[in-house]
């Protein structure tokens, strides 16, 4: 398997424009998470899917911030408008359904910088 | 949701065994410890986890006392290639680790 995928890994964009990043995650993984990680606030989890549902989305930062599933192997997040301070490295990561503990498995992230 | 607590920075030399010590003292009894390492530029990977006791696996080891409010990540023999972050985690309680709480992490750097 080619591990949780992310796209694009680089993108520089200006203030005000819409940013839509995309993930896929690992083939058979129930659950996809979105993470954002900056310096000043370390790794962050934003919201979580099971089976393509959000189940947990307490950590978006505001209205701007919204992420899809719509199937198994593809989910976007998209931020609109973007803002100088969204600038951040962006996670995707999966994990399969029915094993405890906290293995997820994470993309390569893509960095994101508004202007 | 537990939280953790492990020390900012670490500095070891090439071929020592470097140990980083995580407390969670608030760690809920479906929850595992789970640790991750992270290089720079990329994303954060699994390393060891474990529920009580000792676990091993091919690159670290992992010893959990009985109250289970610490743990302690072993890594024998690092290379320069160890330099990374390291993360200790525990769940949210479920038992599935779906809304892990990542802190500041242990900084080591390794030195030949």
């Known amino acids: 398997d080619a591990g949780v995928i992310q796209s694009p890994r680089h993108e520089v964009t200006e203030m005000g424009q819409e940013v839509t990043l995309r993930c896929k995650p690992i083939?058979?993984?129930?659950?996809l998470f979105w993470y954002r990680q900056t310096m000043m606030r370390g790794l962050e989890l934003l919201i979580y899917?099971?089976?393509?549902?959000?189940?947990?989305d307490s950590g978006m930062p505001e209205d701007r911030f919204s992420a899809k599933m719509p199937n198994a192997s593809f989910s976007t997040l998209k931020i609109q408008p973007s803002e100088p301070r969204d600038s951040a490295v962006y996670f995707c990561?999966?994990?399969?359904?029915?094993?405890?503990?906290?293995?997820?498995?994470f993309g390569p992230g893509t960095r994101l910088t508004v202007l | 949701l537990a939280k953790t607590t492990q020390p900012i920075s670490m500095d070891s030399y090439e071929g020592q065994e470097v140990n980083i010590t995580c407390s969670h003292n608030?760690?809920?009894?479906?929850?595992?410890i789970t640790w991750y390492q992270q290089f720079p530029s990329q994303g954060p990977r699994f390393i060891i986890q474990?529920?009580?006791t000792k676990v091993t696996n091919e690159v670290a080891s992992l010893f959990i006392p009985a109250d289970r409010k610490s743990s302690t990540l072993s890594l024998p023999r690092v290379s320069l290639s160890d330099t990374a972050v390291y993360y200790c985690?525990?769940?949210?309680?479920?038992?599935?680790?779906?809304?892990?709480?990542f802190g500041a992490g242990t900084i080591l750097r390794v030195k030949s």
């Open positions: 985690l525990v769940g949210d309680g479920s038992g599935y680790g779906n809304k892990l709480v």
């Open positions: 083939s058979g993984h129930d659950y």
């Open positions: 899917f099971n089976n393509n549902v959000p189940i947990d």
């Open positions: 608030n760690i809920a009894t479906n929850d595992y």
């Open positions: 474990g529920y009580k």
């Open positions: 990561a999966s994990r399969p359904g029915g094993v405890p503990g906290g293995e997820q498995f």
